[in-house]
């Protein structure tokens, strides 16, 4: 039974950190909260599920054209919504009123295109499953944890060891130092957004893939997890969201395994209160310490 949960919790973690990364990304970089990042994920299902069921796409075709999609609003994100305010030196406030906007605009849209309804993921993985004695993994989960994984492998790879990575850390420092070091910040920023965006809409395909089940609202709760995430794993801290999005999965399914499945949501929140009390910085990073990518 415990390991059973704990790899249920696992999977369900993965997917939090790869969405909770996306968040991690923006901030780190822009320093605001992206509120569309939730209907980005939302959006990314869909695209993902028209894929598959119009176009009869596999699975991981449909991840790429999700990711591909993701970074596409990522771009109309950026340019729309958030170059304007920052190139007239707004509060930090008014960016986020302008995401929350979006979201507001592409649930709506949503709702219009796909109708209320929840909708089936359909997969031909269904029903696949592997008996390792001590725990039962089906082959959607392998799946999803082996992407979120690998998702999460390459993007630590593209910031530690790559041009552009480097550019985005030095851009997550200081914006105008990196702008006088000769690294084109602008265009640093969008593809920063556009990654987050991506990955978004990779994390909206993988958690449909997961529960067999899409509705245009799914991104307002998944959105807030993601923001638990950030805060639990420590702002702008990317590694500490991977850390923090398994720590939630896994303490979300065992309150459900050894509790009451009401309290599921509430997991995640009252671990956050808690931790602002204690420590506020989160729980990877260090007292004063800004946690850039």
Known sequence: MFFQQLVNGLTLGSSYAVIAIGYTLIFGVLNIINMAHGEIFMLGAFIGLLLVTKFQFGIF????????????????????????????????????ISTIGVAIFLESVALNLFGPQTRAFPSEFSGHLLDFSFFKISMIQVISLGTAVFLML??????????????????????????????????????????????????????????????????VMMGFKGLAVLILGGLGNIKGAMAGGFILGVAEVFSVAYGAS????????????????????????????????
């Open 61 to 96: 075709t449909a991840l790429l054209g999700a990711m591909v999609g993701g970074a596409i609003l990522g771009y109309l994100l950026e340019r729309t919504a958030l170059r304007p305010l920052r190139q007239k030196k707004v509060s930090h406030l008014a960016p986020l």
């Open 154 to 219: 390459v993007l630590q790879l593209l910031i530690e060891k790559t041009k552009v990575g480097k550019s985005i850390r030095a851009t997550a420092e200081n914006v105008e130092t990196a702008g006088l070091l000769g690294i084109n910040t602008n265009k640093v920023i969008v593809w920063t957004v556009m990654l987050a965006s991506a990955l978004g809409a990779a994390a909206g395909v993988l958690v449909a893939l997961s529960f067999d089940a899409i509705e245009p609202t799914m991104g």
């Open 262 to 293: 009401s309290y599921r949501d509430a997991v995640g929140f009252g671990m956050i209160i808690i931790l602002l009390f204690w420590r506020p910085q989160g729980l990877f990073s260090k007292a004063g310490e800004g946690g850039r990518p």
